[in-house]
């Protein structure tokens, strides 16, 4: 599980994701400006302490015992919930690019991606901010398009690299959620 997600290669895939994130406009410039927020308070205990913050689980094990939080109840400040929301805004991310991939428009896809993985944890204030920004989303392929690491580089290439991304994050999510289950450390409290 979180014993086998070193901190370091993580971060620097959260920052990588950040910049894909940020290609996708103005649509998903708020997700990129919360997950850069969340970034930073994980990199600030990571750098405080990076023998004791190796991996996730090891990170979260060493903050837990500074005693910081109340039980699930994350302190904002912390890298635990810098790590919650991180995880759950790549979720939203991935099931995005998850249903783009499979021919779904993107408004349709952010919505759904966004009712399932980060309306449950948003107030009513961020759960009408946030979608009011998918309607900026264009349309399928000028999306894909977006993405695009050459002028006139072919969708279904662009797709395929999307397919390997989301195949990738996937489990990582996976054993991500579990390790905060078994430290105790969801917090499902709205924002």
Request: hydrophobic letters at 40%.
């Given at each position: 599980h979180g014993h086998n997600i070193d901190t370091a290669r993580l971060l620097e895939a959260c920052r990588a994701q950040n910049e894909l994130l940020k290609i996708g406009g103005t649509a998903l410039c708020l997700a990129a400006k919360d997950l850069q927020c969340n970034i930073l308070k994980v990199e600030t205990l990571f750098k405080k302490s990076p023998k004791e913050c190796q991996n996730l689980t090891s990170l979260l094990e060493y903050e837990k015992s500074l005693g910081i939080h109340d039980g699930n109840i994350l302190d904002d400040s912390s890298a635990a919930v810098g790590l919650l929301?991180?995880?759950?805004?790549?979720?939203?991310?991935?099931?995005?690019?998850?249903?783009?991939?499979?021919?779904?428009?993107?408004?349709?896809?952010?919505?759904?991606?966004?009712?399932?993985?980060?309306?449950?944890?948003?107030?009513?204030?961020l759960r009408t901010v946030?979608?009011?920004?998918?309607?900026?989303?264009?349309?399928?392929?000028?999306?894909?398009?977006?993405?695009?690491?050459?002028?006139?580089?072919?969708?279904?290439?662009?797709?395929?690299?999307?397919?390997?991304?989301?195949?990738?994050?996937?489990?990582?999510?996976?054993?991500?959620?579990?390790?905060?289950?078994?430290?105790?450390?969801?917090?499902t409290r709205r924002v």
């Open positions: 929301w991180i995880r759950r805004s790549l979720a939203f991310q991935i099931q995005l690019f998850e249903s783009v991939v499979w021919e779904e428009e993107p408004k349709d896809a952010a919505y759904e991606a966004y009712e399932k993985q980060l309306s449950p944890y948003h107030g009513w204030m946030f979608p009011a920004s998918f309607g900026q989303l264009p349309n399928r392929e000028e999306f894909l398009s977006l993405f695009s690491e050459e002028d006139d580089e072919d969708i279904s290439i662009i797709v395929k690299k999307m397919r390997a991304l989301v195949a990738t994050f996937n489990p990582l999510l996976q054993s991500w959620t579990e390790a905060f289950h078994e430290l105790g450390l969801e917090d």
